[in-house]
């Protein structure tokens, strides 16, 4: 079993930063990809951002330039630094692993949530 535990979060104004955090713990033998999702009131889940093992990223157009998603492989954890936060931005927003166990099995695991609300 893989877990995900998110850190950051909270309120900020418009203009502003924030970093979330998301540590991944249990039987991993490897991670394929780890990715950040939000999912605004009345609105599907979408994807943010997203770094695969090689390390190549892939963003939504509406955070490009502004979100930067990072990985540190030794202690699996994931970041994502946003700047210039925007109204829009407001969502709760989810971390997101995909790997195998080490009995070998795939794994698509979510964090609890975290709520990033940009207001002045």
């Known amino acids: 079993q893989v877990r995900l535990v998110e850190s950051g979060g909270g309120l900020v104004q418009p203009g502003g930063s924030q970093r979330l955090s998301c540590a991944a713990s249990g039987s991993i033998f490897s991670i394929n990809a780890m990715g950040w999702y939000r999912q605004a009131p009345g609105k599907q889940r979408d994807m943010v951002a997203m770094i695969i093992s090689g390390g190549s990223t892939n963003y939504a157009d509406s955070v490009k330039g502004r979100f930067t998603i990072s990985k540190d492989n030794a202690k699996n954890t994931v970041a994502l630094q946003m700047n210039s936060l925007k109204p829009e931005d407001t969502a709760v927003y989810y971390c997101?692993?995909?790997?195998?166990?080490?009995?070998?099995?795939?794994?698509?695991?979510w964090g609890q949530g975290t709520q990033v609300t940009v207001s002045s």
């Open positions: 997101n692993v995909q790997g195998s166990t080490l009995s070998r099995r795939p794994f698509n695991s």
